[in-house]
């Protein structure tokens, strides 16, 4: 028996460019054509419906002029700040200019920190200035600045094993081998030293903290992202060295040279500033109860414009919402847009958001993130628990395969980190991954621009999530193994 899809892509390709407005001739034929398939999850019409989408979105979608207005009338939108609070305003103004039902901003409170200003330099034995940034939560230093002994660690490991009096009163630096990676799986594990090391270094006496950029670009552009101070150990002041120039201080420490360093760090805390996620909805035609959420994180870091860290994201999923809006189309489920406020800072939106809605988790059907920049979606995974779940995930990847996307595991939780809160809670997952073997170039950094994404690329993401709201909204699958719903 051929495959719904199969028959179904058949009928579509066949017709002329351009005509893929499923007039009523052409939807009977299809719902004619598929009427004895029992294997797929979808129904034809969401079937077609489907393809019609990915294909609207292959031809243009509005992705790269969202991300292009959001990061040229914004800019960069530090968590809780002023900045922040007018993206909020900015997508507000944006969703309820689409026509989106339901839309509205979640506020809750946070404590913000604000970067004012940086800078280190060796002063013994070759005096030169040093490309860093702070590492976001960093404390400041003295007005004065702090000057002690460098002492250099390969790893993080090796920190961890050193004796405190060889870290005592001095600047601890930490190096590592971070590679480029078509998944980011590098990231996870080398960022340790980064969120971790500062404080593993004041447990041992150090009185700051150095690190080699978490990132994979050759350029002197230093990568911030969030620090974690551990409660029972000093405070100490941190800071992020460009690639060049760790190389550059493991070329004096070769040469067996002591090196002094000056370092300084302006920074402040704002305790109780506001921030928030902005929600708009596609109504459910049957089961409005229901949620598919679609989402990305609406703040950034402030050194860059955050356009690939997460503006892309928010083009993308911003888009593929009005993609299915604007065919006209209602799912039988509610599919809800979210933009996360305070990712960067340790998913406080995502979990802001997990407590307000937590009366209503259990009908959260599945959720997906785009937070990992513009590249092409390349394989998608899920997390079913059912045979029906199964077999709808395979017709999505039947849908996606056309552009470029294959299938990987149907067992596998993800998502997205502004879906981790979710997914602890229960809620089912879709990944659709992308090509980020450039994405730890530009990530938390200046570098971080709109000149660096890609139209077309951000339109096959915008297929590729409108093929998966879709189908999922406008089915009655249960991903979670207990309480199907019946199809």
């Known amino acids: 028996m051929k495959h719904g899809y199969e028959a179904m892509s058949t009928f579509i390709h066949g017709l002329k460019p351009g005509y893929l407005q499923l007039k009523k001739c052409s939807l009977a034929l299809l719902l004619s054509t598929l009427a004895n398939d029992t294997l797929a999850a979808a129904s034809p019409e969401s079937l077609a419906h489907a393809v019609m989408l990915r294909d609207r979105a292959m031809a243009g979608s509005t992705a790269m002029q969202i991300v292009t207005s959001l990061t040229t ?48 330099e060796i002063l013994a034995p070759f005096p030169q200035p040093l490309a860093v940034t702070a590492l976001g939560g960093s404390v400041p230093t003295a007005k004065s600045g702090m000057t002690a002994e460098l002492v250099l660690f390969e790893t993080l490991d090796d920190l961890k094993r050193a004796r405190p009096e060889s870290v005592e009163g001095r600047i601890a630096y930490v190096s590592h081998a971070m590679q480029r990676t078509q998944d980011g799986s590098s990231y996870g594990y080398f960022n340790e030293a980064r969120t971790a090391g500062p404080s593993i270094a ?48 493991e070329r004096i420490a070769a040469g067996g040279e002591q090196i002094r360093i000056k370092m300084n760090v302006d920074s402040s805390a704002v305790p109780a500033a506001q921030s928030g996620n902005v929600i708009a909805e596609i109504p459910g035609r049957e089961r409005p109860d229901e949620i598919v959420v679609i989402g990305a994180h609406l703040d950034s870091w402030d050194l860059g414009t955050g356009a690939v860290d997460d503006g892309a994201g928010v083009g993308i999923t911003t888009a593929a919402m009005e993609l299915i809006k ?6 039988r489920r509610t599919i809800r847009l979210v933009l996360w406020g305070a990712e960067e800072v340790g998913l406080l939106g995502a979990r802001a958001y997990r407590e307000r809605h937590a009366a209503s988790l259990e009908q959260h059907v599945m959720g997906s993130e785009s937070d990992f920049g513009g590249g092409r979606v390349w394989k998608v995974t899920a ?27 149907d067992d596998l939780p993800g998502g997205g980190p502004d879906l981790y809160p979710l997914i ?42 409108a093929v998966f709201a879709w189908l999922i909204a406008d089915s009655h699958v249960s991903f979670r193994g207990v309480g199907a719903s019946d199809p």
């Not at 089912?428 to 950094?445: A, S």
């Open 73 to 120: 009338e914004v800019g960069p939108r530090l968590a809780g700040s002023e900045a922040e609070a007018r993206a909020r305003d900015w997508a507000l103004a944006l969703l309820n200019e689409k026509g989106f039902a339901n839309v509205r901003n979640e506020p809750f409170e946070m404590d913000a920190w604000r970067r004012h200003a940086e800078g280190a």
């Open 326 to 331: 604007e065919a006209g189309l209602a799912p």
């Open 202 to 249: 004041a447990g041992k006496g150090a009185v700051g903290y150095l690190i080699r950029s978490v990132g994979t670009d050759s350029h002197r552009f230093p990568h911030t992202g969030s620090l974690r101070y551990d409660a029972d150990a000093p405070r100490i002041p941190a800071l992020a060295l460009s690639n060049p120039d760790a190389d550059q201080i």
């Open 424 to 465: 602890a809670a229960g809620v089912p997952t879709l990944r659709l991954h992308q090509d980020g073997r450039d994405y730890f170039d530009l990530h938390h950094t200046a570098d971080d621009t709109v000149d660096k994404l890609d139209a077309a690329s951000l339109d096959q993401n915008v297929a590729a999530f």
């Open 383 to 409: 997390d079913s628990k059912t045979e029906q779940g199964d077999q709808l995930f395979a017709d999505i990847a039947a849908v996606l395969a056309r552009i470029g996307v294959a299938p990987g595991s």
